[in-house]
């Protein structure tokens, strides 16, 4: 088989500054690593400010822009991970996020000296997707998004790739700093009405602490670009609603500034000048360009053939967004060759793509061992294609970005998808 390497795109980041630090308070619920949960399928003048809630920067990055040796025993030995050189932390398993749904907020952990996760680098306020609807607006508009509830996905994943200043197709507004969740939920910032920071939308700002998002985690703009820039895919994030309520912290993290004063403050928050983004040409025979990630209500934008082009704008795998002709989109990772590589987020390996690739038909929880139990290593979203290591007793043991671990083989099909040698 025509061995391929992948093309990431790569660009040197000098963060700027995000403002002053303020103190963190402990959350009630902690966040061990291994969680049990149920089965579940221009600059203005202006009086001295301290925005909140933020950090101070961390220093400019010194990371190599070539992967390190893999120790032998990791899953880095089947599917060696990308080191972004315009990241701030390069390492999946630095940071450990946890996603409050019932405080709205992300807390950011590091390990302590006993390796756990315990150690507080950040908290941040957030709202993630809305449970509760207007039940008389929903019956009169059954196909309207905006009466229909969109949870944030519950449970363990792996952080994804990343967007500096996206478009939303399905919402027609935009966000900066987007880092993937899982499938169509992104972490980002709150919205703009168009790609330009003087149109920072209000009403997404005052709502921070409360879940009214369509499934995405929104944020502060300097909460967001933290996340950006620190949050390598790869990285383990778990989605509870299982913490103790805590208003006192929800409301601590909530920012004092009007807002037109944060709306003049985000305008400080910059990126350095960015190189193009790669292009990419359809390898199968008929792409579909799509305004979700493999959603049953995804509308087809387009039709895409073999040989024509795209601009890669959120390298992931299995859904890339990519823009083709005029339209904003995603399709399949594996429809999509740049430069003689495949695109994907987190996983450099020599690989091509066919029918013959394993593939999951839903979304399944990745186990340490081949047994079915509470606990587990994350989920591992439908359509991912999957670099199997072996098959045995109905279970198949894969390696899924710094993880090894093992699925049960009814879920594991052969189709079109990337093929890894």
């Known amino acids: 088989m025509k061995r391929i390497s ?10 700027s500054g995000c403002g002053s630090s303020v103190p963190v308070n402990e959350p009630s619920g902690g966040a061990p690593p291994s969680v049990t949960e149920p089965s579940d399928t221009p600059a203005v003048s202006e009086p001295e400010v301290t925005p909140a809630p933020s950090v101070s920067p961390p220093p400019s990055p010194t990371v190599s822009a070539s992967p390190t040796e893999p120790p032998a025993e990791t899953a880095d030995t089947y599917v060696p991970q990308v080191t972004y050189s315009y990241m701030l932390n390069s390492d999946p398993g630095k940071y450990y996020l946890l996603l409050d749904l019932k405080n709205q907020v992300m807390t950011a952990y590091e390990k302590d000296e006993n390796g756990e996760y315990t150690k507080i680098v950040r908290q941040m306020l957030c709202s993630t997707g809305k449970t509760d609807v207007d039940e008389e607006m929903a019956a009169l508009y059954p196909d309207d998004p905006k009466y229909k509830p969109k949870p944030t996905s519950r449970g363990i994943y792996k952080t994804g790739g990343h967007e500096l200043f996206g478009y939303f197709p399905e919402f027609h507004c935009y966000a900066r700093y987007w880092t993937q969740l899982v499938g169509g939920n992104f972490m980002h910032s709150i919205m703009y009405s168009r790609k330009d920071l003087n ?7 005052r709502a921070l602490g409360r879940n009214v998002s369509h499934g995405c985690v929104r944020m502060y703009v300097e909460d967001a670009q933290w996340i950006y820039y620190n949050i390598p895919p790869g990285t383990t994030i778990n989605v509870s609603d299982k913490e103790k309520r805590n208003s006192k912290l929800t409301k601590s993290l909530k920012s004092k500034l009007s807002f037109a004063k944060y ?24 792409a579909q360009l799509r305004n979700g990630c493999g959603g049953d209500n995804d509308r087809i934008y387009a039709n895409m053939k073999k040989g024509e082009k795209v601009e890669i704008l959120l390298p992931s795998d299995p859904w890339c967004k990519v823009k083709y002709k005029k339209r904003i989109g995603y399709t399949l990772t594996a429809n999509l060759k740049a430069d003689g590589g495949i695109v994907v987020s987190g996983n450099v390996a020599e690989y091509t793509s066919g029918n013959n690739a394993k593939v999951l038909s839903e979304t399944v929880r990745m186990y340490r061992e081949p047994k079915v139990t509470n606990e587990y290593i994350c989920k591992i979203p439908k359509f991912e294609s999957l670099k199997v290591l072996e098959e045995s007793g109905g279970w198949t043991k894969v390696a899924y970005f710094n993880e090894i671990g093992y699925v049960q083989s009814k879920y594991v099909k052969t189709r079109w998808g990337i093929v890894y040698n």
Not at 199 to 205: D, I, K, P, V, W
Request: aromatic letters at 12%; proline letters at 10%; glycine letters at 0%.
């Open 6 to 15: 992948a093309f990431i795109l790569v660009f040197v980041f000098l963060l």
């Open 263 to 286: 709306k003049e403050y985000q305008k400080t928050i910059t990126d350095p000048p960015q190189p193009p983004n790669m292009t990419a040409v359809i390898t199968a025979e008929k």
């Open 199 to 205: 149109t920072l939308q209000s009403s997404a700002y």
